[in-house]
């Protein structure tokens, strides 16, 4: 069963950046499709980001040319460069893959955007 963990969320002010991590726990890791979501307080879940196992990219559009998707398969890592962050991306932003027709959450990290 794969595990997710997030990390590199905080406090930051608009027009800042910052680096999200999420971390795999298996080996496998490389194969899968990974997501970025982000959940705002009072607000449903919505895509951010996404990278295929091949490298493919896609954005929302709110955060095209702002934020940068990547992956690092020999650490079983995906990150989100966030840049020129706006008070509206403040919410947790979870991690998310679907392997073996099931789907893994990580936790969450929280990122809030000061005006």
């Known amino acids: 069963q794969e595990q997710l963990v997030e990390s590199g969320g905080g406090l930051v002010q608009a027009g800042g950046s910052l680096r999200l991590s999420c971390r795999a726990s298996?080996?496998?890791?490389?194969?899968?499709?990974m997501t970025w979501y982000r959940q705002a307080p009072g607000k449903e879940r919505e895509f951010v980001a996404s990278?295929?196992?091949?490298?493919?990219?896609n954005y929302a559009d709110s955060v095209k040319g702002r934020f940068t998707i990547s992956r690092d398969n020999s650490q079983n890592s995906v990150y989100l460069q966030m840049n020129n962050v706006k008070p509206e991306d403040t919410a947790t932003y979870y991690c998310?893959?679907?392997?073996?027709?099931?789907?893994?959450w990580g936790g969450g990290t929280l990122v809030t955007v000061s005006s």
């Open positions: 990278i295929s196992g091949s490298g493919d990219l």
């Open positions: 298996r080996r496998t890791f490389s194969r899968y499709d």
């Open positions: 998310y893959t679907r392997q073996y027709g099931m789907d893994f």
